[in-house]
């Protein structure tokens, strides 16, 4: 618990969110797009996309239906936890992406729509989604894009079920990613008050301060920079540059 305005503050990234660069895959799709990401949700996280760069679309897909978001340089756009999202693009289409509860998308937050056999455990998902760390780069890509167009093929199926006024395979779904994360729930829980709860926190106890005209928060004030420590990682989406500790 922050005590002071200084006492305990929280240093993070703003506000606990996580930023990442995304390339969206260029690699066709299942049903002739000229690229696209892999369709997924986030179980306790809200996301948003800032275009920098080329055209395309955010598919998104929730118990109220289908949408289809247009993206170009200069949109932001954002959606809660529980919308199954996918990218799609006709070419360069680059993001920067801002996650909710940063450390909880790369602790499991994320579920792919998968067939449902496969998210029956989580070891089975797990070995479903698994890019082996030991394998060459072509190796990883071809992984990566099965994995990619299977949920795919999965996500255009309860999208037509959807459309088609059936909410039973997209509930299926859901409740099926829920019970994929339950046993991580605790390990979230400490992420999410060393982090988004410890920034909100710290925001209460100097707003407090100020009102008693204690400013030495502001005396402590400091300024942190950072480049990726990763480049091109395969994610679900595209490929990712990735900051350590955002």
């Known amino acids: 618990m922050v005590s002071g305005a200084g006492e305990g503050a929280y240093a ?3 506000g ?3 930023v990442s660069r995304l390339r969206v895959y260029d690699w066709p799709t299942v049903e002739g797009l000229p690229g696209g990401g892999t369709p997924h949700l986030h179980l306790a996280c809200g996301e948003g996309y800032v275009v920098t760069a080329g055209r395309g679309t955010v598919q998104t897909l929730t118990a109220s239906g289908y949408e289809e978001t247009a993206l170009e340089p200069g949109t932001v756009a954002w959606f809660t936890p529980g919308t199954i999202h996918r990218l799609t693009h006709d070419g360069g289409l680059e993001i920067t992406v801002v996650m909710q509860n940063s450390g909880l998308p790369e602790a499991g937050d994320a579920v792919l729509t998968l067939p449902q056999d496969l998210l029956a455990d989580p070891e089975t998902y797990a070995e479903a989604v698994r890019l082996s ?3 060459s780069e072509d190796e990883r890509a ?3 894009r099965a994995r990619r167009d299977l949920a795919t093929r999965r996500f ?4 037509e ?3 088609a006024g059936d909410p039973e395979p997209l509930a299926a779904f859901q409740r099926a990613a829920a019970a994929l994360v339950r046993p991580k729930l605790e390990a979230w829980e400490r992420r999410w008050r060393e982090g988004a709860h410890a920034a909100a926190t710290a925001t209460g106890a100097q707003l407090d301060a100020l009102r008693g005209h204690d400013m030495s928060h502001l005396a402590e004030a400091r300024v942190t920079a950072t480049g990726p420590t990763a480049r091109g990682r395969f994610g679900m989406c595209g490929r990712l540059d990735v900051y350590e500790g955002i």
Do not use: H, N, S
């Open 133 to 135: 760390a030991g394998a």
């Open 142 to 144: 071809k992984a990566a």
């Open 156 to 159: 255009l199926e309860l999208r």
């Open 12 to 14: 993070g990234f703003p």
């Open 161 to 163: 079920a959807t459309a």
């Open 16 to 18: 606990a969110v996580g």
